[in-house]
């Protein structure tokens, strides 16, 4: 984002919330645990709606989130289970970039903004609120491309939205918690692109790929590629890639989302120095 772009998001938010608390001041006295939480809540919705007429601006950005995972897919369309784990991975790649990229952009704005009062947790939350609504949209635009193209030839094809959805959740506060621990985009972006590719290559088959922040998503693509053959011989073994793909992206979205909020707070975090 150039510095044009940022000046304007700060003047932007800082008019919105400076119109907002003049608002608030016309009402009643606040009302406590309530006030303040309605407060915050419409914060977050506010700088969500920001983040995304930003992110709707940057049409080059989102026109590469868009065609990288379309270009991983149709590239193996001739072997559509290989296919369909890379649109998988591209939407990874491009939900975490997108994260990293709005979370870096935002710094300096984000720290006028909580100077002037708002919230770090709604500011943190708020943008990670829109890049994740943003990549749900495009898994759910390649979820039916899937279906018109391949979905015959898959044994479950209702559940691809479900993988694409769950990548989504897991990749995007994957790319918030590499923005919070490196300091620039370029060294992020070529973090996301390391982890992204060994997620590509390894084997899902070894114990220790579960670590990886993608593993649910080769685990629910067995689930939805396993032939009619394998799932009459081992029913329980394609549940349990199913019980295993929603209870990891679960987690590994709770989990990198509950620490990228943390650092993103501790980073906005505002210092008051004693009186002299």
Request: aromatic share 6%; glycine share 6%; hydrophobic share 55%.
């Amino acid at each position: 984002m150039t510095g044009a772009s940022t000046a304007s998001t700060a003047d932007l938010a800082l008019d919105a919330l400076n119109a907002r608390d003049a608002h608030d001041a016309t009402r009643a006295a606040p009302g406590g645990l309530r006030q303040r939480i309605r407060r915050h809540a419409g914060t977050l919705a506010l700088v969500a709606l920001i983040t995304l007429r930003e992110l709707a601006r940057r049409r080059w950005a989102l026109m590469l989130a868009l065609l990288l995972p379309l270009a991983f897919f149709l590239v193996r369309l001739d072997t559509y289970w290989t296919a369909l784990r890379l649109l998988s991975m591209g939407l990874g790649w491009a939900a975490a970039t997108l994260a990293l990229f709005t979370a870096v952009s935002s710094r300096s704005v984000d720290r006028r903004l909580t100077v002037t009062g708002a919230s770090p947790t709604a500011l943190v939350l708020g943008r990670q609120l829109a890049v994740l609504a943003l990549s749900w949209s495009i898994g759910l635009l390649y979820s039916a491309l899937a279906l018109v193209m391949i979905g015959d030839q898959l044994t479950r094809p209702a559940a691809v939205p479900l993988m694409l959805l769950l990548t989504a959740t897991a990749a995007t506060p994957l790319g918030a918690l590499v923005a919070a621990v490196v300091p620039r985009d370029l060294e992020g972006a070529l973090l996301l692109l390391a982890i992204m590719a060994v997620q590509v290559l390894v084997d899902p088959a070894e114990s220790w790929t579960r670590v990886l922040p993608l593993w649910s998503a080769r685990e629910l693509a067995t689930y939805i590629l396993d032939s009619a053959d394998a799932v009459a011989a081992s029913s329980s073994r394609t549940s349990s890639s199913l019980n295993a793909g929603l209870a990891h992206g679960t987690a590994y979205g709770l989990a990198l989302g509950t620490i990228s909020w943390l650092l993103g707070v501790l980073r906005l975090r505002t210092i008051r120095l004693p009186e002299p």
